[in-house]
């Protein structure tokens, strides 16, 4: 099993910045790829970036294009979500995912932290 922990979300005004963070535990050496989504209020949870842990290779959803940046440290498990130039539409309950060995889709989950954007 891998364990997520996220940190770093908050309230912050349009066009400020933060940085999310997913600490990753257990059987992390089983994580082939890593992400982020977002569920806001009254919608379905949506992808925002993805980060392919062997390889570096990354995607984000349109939305967030050229606004954040998912990365990695890789010494300490640990992943990244720097979202700039944020727009009130970014509110949302943000959690990190992770994909391990042998899952066709994301299958271990942080349990979420609160993004508030004010105009």
């Known amino acids: 099993q891998v364990q997520l922990v996220e940190s770093g979300g908050g309230l912050v005004q349009t066009g400020g910045s933060l940085r999310l963070s997913c600490a990753a535990s257990g059987r992390t050496f089983n994580v082939f790829n890593v992400g982020w989504f977002r569920q806001a209020p009254g919608k379905e949870r949506e992808f925002v970036a993805g980060l392919a842990w062997f390889g570096g290779s990354t995607n984000y959803a349109d939305s967030v294009k050229g606004r954040f940046t998912i990365s990695r440290d890789n010494t300490e498990n640990t992943w990244y979500l720097q979202m700039n130039g944020l727009k009130p539409e970014d509110t949302a309950v943000y959690f990190c995912?992770?994909?391990?060995?042998?899952?066709?889709?994301?299958?271990?989950w942080g349990q979420g932290t609160q993004v508030t954007v004010a105009s």
């Open positions: 995912a992770a994909r391990g060995a042998g899952s066709p889709r994301y299958n271990y």
